[in-house]
T-cell receptor, first 114, second 111 residues
Framework: NAGVTQTPKFQVLKTGQSMTLQCAQDMNHEYMSWYRQDPGMGLRLIHYSVGAGITDQGEVPNGYNVSRSTTEDFPLRLLSAAPSQTSVYFC?????FGEGREQFFGPGTRLTVL | EDKVVQSPLSLVVHEGDTVTLNCSYEVTNFRSLLWYKQEKKAPTFLFMLTSSGIEKKSGRLSSILDKKELFSILNITATQTGDSAIYLCAPASSGAQKLVFGQGTRLTINP
């Protein structure tokens, strides 16, 4: 199993550009989520999904869109990048959420917006 | 509003010391509390705690949860330089279906 994979590893954008961060898992996990991590702020939830076709907002959703058309993939779209979105982005997945299962994290994408 | 506070935010000790990391929380519909270790990249799972007073152990690491006082501690005995990392606690809210992460404790072990 590859686990949770994310692409790209690094990305530099100009203000106003759009892009999609890719996330895929091969563990047949129902639950997937996106976090951003900024210095001194821990991990903050952007969006999450409890299954294909179902998504919901986390605590910092503004400026980001998600969709979940398959169990395996959960892309995160930045609509119009802003310098405030410079961060490290982690995708995570777990079998389900109801029992508070362990979430497995991808390696992260380091995004810089100029 | 859900709230997680970890203390201390930063800790520097010598190899061989014992450390205690603290996590206090307020989350709606609490389900469990997870501890993660983060070195240079993604967080890796350490423990999941669901019941009060039952210690979980893995080698030199142990953790316990107090659901009445709403806190958890992570102990590391006989610390090694490889224990240097950020330690994150994350209570799970079943109603909101999310983990709420604390800011983390940055632990540095000097040889």
């Amino acid at each position: 199993n590859a686990g949770v994979t994310q692409t790209p590893k690094f990305q530099v954008l100009k203000t106003g550009q759009s892009m999609t961060l890719q996330c895929a898992q091969d563990m047949n996990h129902e639950y997937m989520s996106w976090y951003r991590q900024d210095p001194g702020m821990g991990l903050r939830l952007i969006h999450y999904s409890v299954g294909a076709g179902i998504t919901d907002q986390g605590e910092v959703p503004n400026g980001y869109n998600v969709s979940r058309s398959t169990t395996e993939d959960f892309p995160l779209r930045l609509l119009s990048a802003a310098p405030s979105q410079t961060s490290v982005y982690f995708c995570a997945s777990s079998y389900s959420f109801g029992e508070g299962r362990e979430q497995f994290f991808g390696p992260g994408t380091r995004l810089t917006v100029l | 509003e859900d709230k997680v506070v970890q203390s201390p935010l930063s800790l520097v000790v010598h190899e061989g010391d014992t450390v205690t990391l603290n996590c206090s929380y307020e989350v709606t519909n609490f389900r469990s509390l997870l501890w993660y270790k983060q070195e240079k990249k993604a967080p890796t799972f350490l423990f999941m705690l669901t019941s009060s007073g039952i210690e979980k152990k893995s080698g030199r690491l142990s953790s316990i949860l107090d659901k009445k006082e709403l806190f958890s501690i992570l102990n590391i005995t006989a610390t090694q330089t490889g224990d240097s990392a950020i330690y994150l606690c994350a209570p799970a809210s079943s109603g909101a279906q999310k983990l709420v992460f604390g800011q983390g404790t940055r632990l540095t072990i000097n040889p």
